[in-house]
């Protein structure tokens, strides 16, 4: 077990960023492409943001963000600001996995009639220029979201908190993982 839960949170974000590259290539591609490999990401993406990342964030919301405003003697500016980017990224990463469960569904039942109709079903089905207006907006959001974390809020947490006290977010972070 870790004791330095900034490490970890730090850790994560390079790690979801790494496993959100795909991702990013496909929502950076022209808008008119819908071929498997570019769906495949997308649906990456969207499972990675609707598991992993919202994992991610109720550690920091139930564990490290009210250490810190224990720290501090209440609620402050930093982490107001962080749980409500947490509140527009889920809803955010939920609306696009809806977008793209409604694709999938025309998708699933045309696969065996051929790709070229598939292709033209799942054009049909779902806009995925609109997919990747979307998905690109979710990345900006997160790219601003942990930069603000790991330029401000967390060099700040190193001042406020002890060892022993990121010892117990530390091990209260392993006990919600437990759950």
């Given at each position: 077990?870790?004791?330095?839960?900034?490490?970890?949170?730090?850790s994560e974000h390079q790690d979801l960023m790494a496993r959100l590259e795909p991702f990013r290539r496909a929502v950076s591609t022209a808008p008119e492409a819908a071929d498997?490999?570019?769906?495949?990401?997308?649906?990456?993406?969207?499972r990675i943001?609707?598991?992993?990342?919202i994992a991610?964030?109720?550690?920091?919301?139930?564990?490290?963000?009210?250490?810190?405003?224990?720290?501090?003697?209440?609620?402050?500016?930093?982490?107001?600001v962080m749980r409500s980017e947490h509140a527009s990224i889920h809803a955010g990463a939920d609306e696009f996995h809806a977008t793209l469960q409604e694709l999938n569904e025309v998708q699933h039942?045309?696969?065996?009639?051929?790709?070229?109709?598939?292709?033209?079903l799942?054009?049909?089905a779902a806009d995925p220029a609109a997919l990747r207006t979307l998905g690109a907006q979710?990345?900006?959001?997160i790219d601003d979201h942990f930069a603000?974390?790991?330029?401000?809020?967390?060099?700040?947490?190193?001042?406020l908190l002890d060892e022993s006290q990121l010892a117990v977010v530390a091990r209260e972070m392993e006990e919600l993982d437990a759950r």
């Open positions: 077990m870790s004791t330095d839960p900034i490490a970890r949170l730090l498997d490999a570019t769906l495949a990401a997308l649906r990456e993406g969207a943001m609707t598991t992993d990342l991610h964030a109720k550690r920091e919301d139930d564990v490290f963000f009210p250490a810190l405003e224990a720290a501090v003697g209440g609620a402050f500016g930093p982490t107001t039942p045309a696969i065996v009639e051929g790709g070229a109709k598939l292709r033209r799942v054009e049909d979710l990345l900006a959001l603000k974390e790991e330029q401000i809020l967390f060099p700040m947490s190193r001042n």
